[in-house]
């Protein structure tokens, strides 16, 4: 089974800086896609970005992104330019990439409280 | 173009009753998961829907049953409710072929006293 482990419960940064969030993953598999989620206080999951892990290229969103080392199985999570609206909980996920739909459940980490300060 | 909707937001339940939550998912998506968040945790995996059919199962007991309409919209119930199953409860919808993406609604918050 998959496990996924987020080990700082929360974080804080200064607007306009720049924060780290880490994420370590356990699996057996060599193929599969880690995701990062964003839940703010609405509750609502929003994706924040994607890995594929075939992809040795880090992926980036505007001011996101990511670096994946599939060797160490981490997966962290680089927010620039830090805006008030990026405090929220972030959540690291990983699904197999065996199969399609039927093997695609999300197994998340317990989460990283983010908090921006002025 | 509607996302995932979700109802009811909150419900207050007694222990030992019954519970029927409902999921619309986003407009060309036909899957449908549902997650367990426990306050303070990751969402856990419930069980997904695709073609009225249950597709996959997580760790949760025969308590917790699902249905899958034509329309593909989705209904989770829970029997017999325990206090331990307050949490927010997640819907996501996503497509079966080439859907790396679940999108998830805002979730129904259930509280059983």
């Known amino acids: 089974a998959q496990t996924v482990t987020q080990s700082q419960p929360e974080m804080s940064v200064q607007e306009a800086e720049t924060v780290t969030l880490s994420c370590t993953y356990d699996?057996?598999?060599?193929?599969?896609?880690l995701f990062w989620y964003k839940q703010p206080p609405s509750r609502q999951m929003i994706l924040v970005i994607r890995q594929e892990a075939y992809k040795q290229q880090n992926a980036t969103e505007n001011r996101f992104s990511v670096n994946f080392q599939k060797a160490a199985k981490s997966f962290s999570l680089k927010i620039s330019d830090s805006q008030l609206g990026d405090a929220a909980m972030y959540f690291c996920?990983?699904?197999?990439?065996?199969?399609?739909?039927?093997?695609?459940?999300?197994?998340f980490g317990t989460g990283t409280r983010l908090q921006v300060t002025l | 173009d509607a996302g995932v909707t979700q109802s009811p937001t909150h419900l207050i339940k007694t222990r030992g009753q019954q519970v029927t939550l409902r999921c619309s998912p986003k407009s060309g998506h036909d899957t449908v998961s549902w997650y367990q968040q426990a306050l303070g945790q990751g969402p856990q995996f419930i069980f997904q829907?695709?073609?009225?059919?249950?597709?996959q199962r997580g760790n949760f007991p025969d308590r917790f049953s699902g249905h899958q309409f034509p329309n593909y919209s989705s209904e989770l119930n829970v029997n017999a409710l325990l206090l331990g199953d307050s949490a927010l409860y997640l819907c996501a919808s996503s497509r079966l072929a080439g859907g790396l993406e679940q999108y998830f609604g805002p979730g129904t918050r259930l509280t059983v006293t």
């Open positions: 699996t057996s598999e060599s193929d599969y896609y």
């Open positions: 996920a990983y699904r197999s990439a065996r199969g399609t739909g039927t093997a695609s459940k999300l197994t």
């Open positions: 829907y695709y073609e009225e059919e249950e597709r």
